[in-house]
Structures are given as structure tokens and as C-alpha cells.
């Protein structure tokens, strides 16, 4: 039975920057072939920005260019992406934090919007337990350019985590507040170098376990 759960958020949490973008510049490098691809999501991106289109909407077009790529071959460029670009845009209080807990043998869950594909990468390289993170349809050993199910993101969060038998857990850790639903499930909310509208939640809900911590 999983015991001492903790929950973390990845982008602007254990690492710095929205890592799917640092991703999109790394995978063209190695599939410059694509590049008609990334095209075709710029009007996409333009609506996003402008909030016309939400991020399940962006996210569904992303997956595009990963389609008929061999799922064998987009996780070796996944593990190149982490072992390599991710090391950099660690926070240090993030590692320290993370290790000290694997000391108190807790049990780590990284729950992210990002693509699962390097995410795991990510979280294997941390010691993570369970990885949680935005899938994407196969067929026959090789990408639809669909996403598989929604985007990890706000509620689809506590859809993942019901999934995995979780209903509880000791501790969250996030930057944002789309994150609220994750934090329901914890006693101890931590709110990592907070964006204003979560810094303002977090201030008048501290008496229900919020707390704010600036990682460098």
C-alpha cells in the first residue's frame, strides 16, 4: 500500500520554463524534416496566445508532429532531451528537496502536463515512483499524432491520479494555480515560486495547509 505520497508538478516547479517548448526546439534538430509540421501550429499558437483556444486545443495540435514516428525512437530522443537539455533547468532547491525526501522513503509522484514520452525520463532520472503525464496514441509501434486521452492538466490531474488508486497524499508541490485540484488531494499545498494570482490564494488559505517556498 503507497504510503507518504508527494506530488510534484514539473514545469516552473522542479524545473524552469514550459519544458514542451524546449522539447519542440530540441526534436526539430533531430527531425528537421518536420519542419512543415511546426508550420502549421503557428496560427494555432497565435490563438492560444490570444486565449481563443485553450490548452487541451494546443495540445492536440502539438501531437500532430509526432505522428508516424516509431514510439521506440521518439523515447530515445525523449531520454537524449532529458539526460541533456533538463539538467539545466533544474532548481537546486527543487533536487534538494526531492532527495530529501527519497531519504524519508516517500513515495514521489511527478503528475505533468508534459508529454509522458520524455517526462518518464525525467522522473526516472529523479527516482521518482510514478510518472503521470500527457499521452499520445499508437498504432502498430508508432505514433497516430493524436493525443491519447486529455491533456494532464487542471482536473485531468485528479482523473490520473483516482486511476492510480491515489486518493490522498502528504504533499503537493506546484507553481500554479490550475493546479488547485491537485492540491486537494494534499495536507501540505506548497506553492513554489508562486504566479501572482497563486501567491494571493495561497496568502488567504494558509490556514488549509498553504504554504509558499521561492526555489533558485
Known sequence: MRENIILFDMDDTIIKGDSILKFML?????????????????????????KIIKNQKIKERIATIFKDIEVDELSEIGLQFANSIIPQLYFNDALETIKKHKENKEYLVLITASFSFYAEHVANNLGFDLCLGSDLWRLENKYTGYLYGKNCYKKEKQYRLYVEGIRSAKSAYSDSISDLPLFEFAENKICVNPKQNLKKYAEKNSEYGFSIVHWS
Open 26 to 50: 530540441f526534436f526539430i534538430q533531430k527531425k528537421p524534416q518536420k519542419i512543415f509540421s511546426y508550420i502549421a501550429l503557428i496560427p494555432y499558437f497565435i490563438l492560444f496566445l490570444l
